[in-house]
């Protein structure tokens, strides 16, 4: 259990649909990431929220949005995706963004399919 | 650019000792991460270095040299449940975690 968790697991969707992932982090941790893991690549940091303000946005296409409404939830929004974006993101946290040996602590992440 | 380089795949025996070597060239350095990935799971934090010379955990070990830009990850006494990919992260001078692509280690019995 790293206290970190994400909502789903599993997605399927068509390229014209909205979703949206649910990631909660129990650990009282001030800065919150979102990562793209696909296949034999190295993690690609897509967006970074410290203290609830966004800090990072890693030249993502407008079709992700993150939103956090608090230190504690993030949100990933999707429309109108592509297949290439399918892969595993995954939600991370931290005690904040730029502590020295601050660990980033990961969830289980979402596999995404886009059709 | 920022480049991690790290083995794509490894494979070692049962209760050997295997060494998972990681080179880096990034802009500005703030620490080393190395981090353990089983299939279908998150990652998980193995060590951290920011100073030069070797950092021992248990069976996992982690050595540093900045003015090399290597490090590596010596796994000893392995066990089966150390088949897992392992993850190399730079910490730059923006304080941004550079991740290598991963060395998958396979272990046979």
């Known amino acids: 259990e790293t206290g970190v968790t994400q909502t789903p697991r599993h997605l399927v969707m068509g390229m014209t649909n909205k979703k949206s992932l649910k990631c909660e982090q129990h650990l009282g941790h001030n800065a919150m990431y979102w990562y793209k893991q696909s296949a034999k690549k190295p993690l690609e940091l897509m967006f970074v929220y410290n203290f609830k303000e966004q800090t990072e946005n890693n030249s993502v296409p407008s079709r992700f949005s993150p939103e956090c409404p608090n230190s504690s939830h993030l949100f990933l929004h999707l429309h109108t995706l592509q297949p290439e974006d399918s892969a595993l993101y995954l939600c991370a946290s931290s005690q904040d963004e730029s502590g020295g040996g601050n660990e980033q602590f990961f969830g289980p992440g979402t596999r995404l399919t886009v059709l | 650019g920022q480049n991690i380089d790290q083995p794509t795949e490894m494979t070692a025996t049962e209760g050997a000792i295997v060494q998972i070597n990681c080179t880096y060239q990034?802009?500005?350095?703030?620490?080393l991460f190395w981090y353990q990935q089983h299939a279908g799971e998150a990652p998980t934090f193995l060590s951290y270095n920011v100073l030069d010379g070797l950092e021992e955990k248990g069976r996992f070990s982690s050595f540093l040299s900045r003015s090399k830009g290597y490090s590596y990850l010596l796994l000893k006494e392995l066990q089966m449940k150390d088949s897992a990919s392992y993850l190399c992260a730079v910490r730059d001078s923006n304080y941004q975690l550079i991740w290598g692509a991963g060395t998958k280690l396979i272990i046979k019995p």
């Open positions: 990034t802009s500005g350095f703030n620490g």
